[in-house]
């Protein structure tokens, strides 16, 4: 059992918390049964960290309460952890329902709106670059696993959004200005949607890009909340 934070491969693992560091070595750390339980079923699990002594296949790494304290992200951490491969996609999935998400900043947003996108068999969600990292802790906790069942990849807006219209993709923003009720959209075949920044909406040079823009019917307030807004749109397309 480890019981020293300067052990090396506890330093190591510590630096796996900041984003520079998932992305030189490729690894990142995920708290609790559920999500290691997820990942597990996705088979990215590399190296199991337990405060109890563990029989399996994978390596364990057991650690004392005050070494899990370190490593963990909550302030009541659970008895496990795991080090997982980073599975980067950069490849578009020939689908019928895509989600794709414009410099959204909230983490609990972003988790959101994967699971309901997982939940109405969208076939992938695509992130603008300046979205927040798939692999930030409090995003991992908003997905629940999520993300170890549907497609995510990052990239230039502009460009996937053109190579989706070039495979018969209809591609709707969501927006107010000169926007139209979404009873009025007519549901095709294949169908992309874009949330906007939670502050700032859609940026113009995408909103230019989609082929209908749309806006959901409300009273009484001024908008929905981004994850709101996507749910109610991916539910009413699916």
Do not use: W
Not at 119 to 124: E, T
Not at 149 to 177: F, M, P, R
Not at 202 to 223: A, F, H, V
């Amino acid at each position: 059992m480890i019981t020293s934070s300067t052990n090396n491969t506890i330093k190591a693992l510590m630096k796996l918390k900041k984003k520079k560091y998932r992305d030189e070595t490729g690894y990142y750390l995920i708290e609790g049964e559920h999500l290691v339980e997820e990942a597990l079923k996705a088979k990215q699990v590399e190296l199991l960290i337990s405060t109890k002594a563990i029989s399996g296949d994978l390596p364990v790494l057991e650690v004392s309460d005050e070494i899990m304290a370190k490593l963990a992200f909550t302030k009541s951490p659970q008895s496990i952890m795991a080090k997982c491969i980073i599975k980067k996609e950069e490849k578009l999935i020939d689908g019928k329902r895509y989600l794709i998400l414009d410099d959204l900043q909230d983490p609990g947003n972003i988790g959101t709106l994967i699971r309901t996108a997982l939940a109405f068999s969208f076939d992938q969600v695509i992130l603008s670059d300046r979205c927040v990292d798939l692999y930030n802790d409090k995003l991992l906790r908003s997905m629940q696993g999520a993300n170890f069942h549907i497609s995510c990849i990052y990239g230039d807006l502009k460009t996937i959004i053109s190579k989706l219209q070039a495979n018969d993709v209809t591609v709707v923003g969501s927006a107010l200005e000169n926007g139209k009720d979404i009873n009025k959209i007519d549901a095709c075949k294949k169908m992309a949607f874009v949330i906007g920044n939670e502050g700032n909406g859609i940026n113009k040079e995408i909103l230019e890009k989609c082929d209908q823009i749309g806006y959901i019917p409300i009273k009484t307030i001024e908008s929905l909340n981004a994850a709101v807004a996507g749910s109610i749109i991916m539910y009413y397309f699916k």
